[in-house]
């Protein structure tokens, strides 16, 4: 069993930044590929990126490729991402993910309960 803790949304203005951080426990953390996903209101739960066992390979969706980067540190069983020139449309809640770099959820086994990030206009 992994048990994942998401933290560091929060309220930014269009163009802002910030940085989630995700919190792993339960399972030797560099064992696990990991990955972020967001989900809008009324909206399906969609890939943001996804990282490696080392952190030596990155995927991301196209939406935030060069903006958003995903990044772990191992000897802290973290997993973060740094988003940058936020845009409203990406409000959304954002989720950690273990288990997998795919770009579909299902294939994730684990899921932290998800920080909102919200960008205003």
């Known amino acids: 069993q992994v048990h994942l803790v998401e933290s560091g949304g929060g309220l930014v203005q269009a163009g802002g930044s910030l940085r989630l951080s995700c919190a792993a426990s339960g399972r030797t953390f560099s064992s696990l590929p990991m990955g972020w996903f967001r989900q809008a209101p009324g909206k399906e739960r969609d890939f943001v990126a996804a990282i490696n066992l080392s952190g030596a390979t990155t995927n991301y969706a196209d939406s935030v490729k060069g903006r958003f980067t995903i990044f772990r540190d191992n000897a802290k069983n973290t997993v973060s991402l740094q988003l940058n020139s936020l845009k409203p449309e990406e409000t959304a809640v954002y989720y950690c993910?273990?288990?997998?770099?795919?770009?579909?959820?299902?294939?994730?086994?684990?899921w932290g309960q998800g920080t909102q990030v919200t960008v205003s206009s």
């Open positions: 993910a273990a288990g997998d770099t795919d770009y579909d959820p299902k294939a994730y086994h684990y």
